[in-house]
Every structure is written in structure tokens, then in C-alpha cells.
């Protein structure tokens, strides 16, 4: 038995560390995302990272979400329980779609400063950022613009997952910030009404980057539905 734990767009293990620090959770693996330039190796460090010979907790936040339900549906029979943080499985709007053509174009033509605090802000509820924001320009220098381009190009477009998703034989579990501007909660609803036998969870007091502004709280529950 594993607990996988994957991350965000531009994000590495820094942001899973204060959830980390108060989980009791054995046999803990991280999927370096951040090392992949494709779909297909993002699968493949997932693939290198689970237990091959038993069942495994995914827990993936927001990009990592996507890519764990990926993988979830792919080896069905190696999943103990399926946890998205952040991220509803119904496929990208067409709003954002746009957006992410515009940002591929920007980040190809070098007019992107992935640290800029303008480019941070909407992750975070404002009274949070004095803390949170240093980290993640930490994590977005260094992982840089290659990185960025490769993650939204790896994971643009998105199917709706959610049918697919409520023929899992394990637990699917929704992790949902209530003022998340990335993800809003009222997607998360829509999403878990839609997958059959999904359970919403709600984090208070916080946007989409939930286990650094809230870790406590995203440690609790991540205790309880993995115990």
C-alpha cells in the first residue's frame, strides 16, 4: 500500500510539505511532475512512483488531480482510493481554453514572468499572500517558463472524466476550497453530482492553494478519508 501524492502546475514537493509535516501516513511517494514534458511521461512517473505489487491512495492537486484520475482509469485495479484537490473533472471551458492558447502564445514570445505577483495572485486569498506568495515565487523561478509551457501543453484539452469516474471501484474523493478562484467550489459540486458515489469535502478560509494556506485542515481530512 502507497500514498502518492502529486502536484500542481509549476509547482514541486514544496508544496505538499506543510500538509507533510502533520500527516500520519506511511509509505509516502511523490510523483515529480515537474520533471515531465508530455502527458505520456507524466503517466510514466506515476506508473514509477506507485506500489506495482498493491493498491494505491492517489491524491493529486489541481494539475496532479487530472493526471491521477488519468491514471486511476487506466489501472483500476491498482487504485485503493482516488483523492482531487483543486481540480473538477468535467473538462475545460471554452473561456479557459482561450486562455490557455493566449498564455502558450505569451510564454513562446518570452512575455511571461511566471514570478510576477499579478501572475500569482488569484492562487490565494489576499490575507495569505504575505505568507504564501514567497514560496510560490520560489517554485516558479525555479522551475521557469520551460516548465509552465510544458504543463499546460501536457494537459490542454481536458475530457469531462466524470462518468468514467463513477464506474471506479474505490472511493473518489473531492477536496474543494471554498473561495478557490482556479477551481470554484460550485465547479467541485457540479462535479461530484456528476460521479456517482463521490464525496465533497470543503476546506474554509482559503483558495486554490489550500494545503499551504490551510494545512492543517487539508492534513485532517487527508487523515480521516486515508486511514
Not at 484537490?85 to 475545460?92: F, H, K, Q, R, V
Not at 520551460?146 to 472524466?161: E, F, G, I, W, Y
Not at 460550485?186 to 494545512?215: D, F, W, Y
Request: glycine share 6%.
Amino acid at each position: 500500500m502507497r500514498y502518492v501524492f502529486l502536484p500542481g502546475t509549476l509547482c514541486d514537493e514544496r508544496v505538499w510539505l506543510p500538509v507533510w509535516k502533520q500527516l500520519s501516513l506511511s509509505a509516502r511517494a511523490y510523483v515529480p511532475l515537474q520533471w515531465a514534458n508530455s502527458l505520456e511521461e507524466m503517466l510514466a512517473l506515476t506508473s514509477d512512483r506507485t506500489d506495482p505489487d498493491g493498491k494505491n491512495h492517489l491524491i493529486g492537486y489541481s494539475m496532479g488531480a487530472y493526471i491521477a484520475a488519468l491514471w486511476a482509469l487506466t489501472h483500476p485495479d491498482k487504485v485503493a482510493t482516488l483523492t482531487l484537490m483543486g481540480y473538477a473533472p468535467t473538462g475545460l471551458s471554452e473561456r479557459e481554453l482561450k486562455r490557455r492558447k493566449t498564455l502558450l502564445e505569451q510564454l513562446k514570445g518570452g512575455k511571461v514572468d511566471v514570478t510576477a505577483k499579478a501572475y500569482l495572485a488569484n492562487m490565494m486569498l489576499p490575507e495569505h499572500s504575505d505568507d504564501i506568495l514567497p514560496i510560490l515565487t520560489d517554485m516558479a523561478s525555479d522551475l521557469g517558463t520551460a516548465t509552465l509551457r510544458a504543463h499546460v501543453q501536457s494537459t490542454t484539452p481536458r475530457k469531462d472524466l466524470t462518468a468514467k469516474l463513477g464506474q471506479l471501484n474505490c472511493p473518489v474523493n473531492l477536496i474543494a476550497a471554498r473561495e478557490d478562484a482556479v477551481a470554484p467550489f460550485s465547479a467541485m459540486q457540479t462535479a461530484q453530482q456528476k460521479i456517482k458515489g463521490a464525496q465533497l469535502h470543503p476546506v474554509e478560509n482559503c483558495g486554490h492553494m489550500m494545503m499551504l494556506e490551510q494545512p492543517a485542515s487539508v492534513a485532517a481530512l487527508l487523515n480521516e478519508l486515508l486511514a
